[in-house]
């Protein structure tokens, strides 16, 4: 994970202490639009849409993220 390459020791297993494994049912939701951002997702299998709904209720996929993204 590109993100963690810079981490060594301490920090890294500070981040890895405090994780917490969970799992998500197809459709699931994470978070809405103006959540406030109180955790780190990293996606370890699988994938996340990451999804905008309009006004009149359709769905657009603008990101999908895989293995190892974070968000």
């Known amino acids: ?3 963690f ?4 020791g301490t ?3 500070t981040v890895v202490a405090a994780a917490e494994l969970r ?3 197809r459709g699931g939701v994470l978070f809405t639009e103006n959540d406030a951002a109180t ?3 990293v996606v370890v299998s699988g994938r996340v849409a990451i999804a905008n709904r309009s006004i ?3 769905e ?3 990101a999908l993220m895989e293995r190892g993204d974070l968000l």
Request: glycine share 10%.
């Open 1 to 3: 994970m590109e993100f």
């Open 5 to 8: 390459k810079g981490f060594e």
């Open 11 to 13: 920090p890294l297993d």
């Open 23 to 25: 799992a998500f049912a």
């Open 39 to 41: 955790e780190l997702f």
């Open 56 to 58: 009149d209720g359709r």
């Open 60 to 62: 657009s996929v603008v």
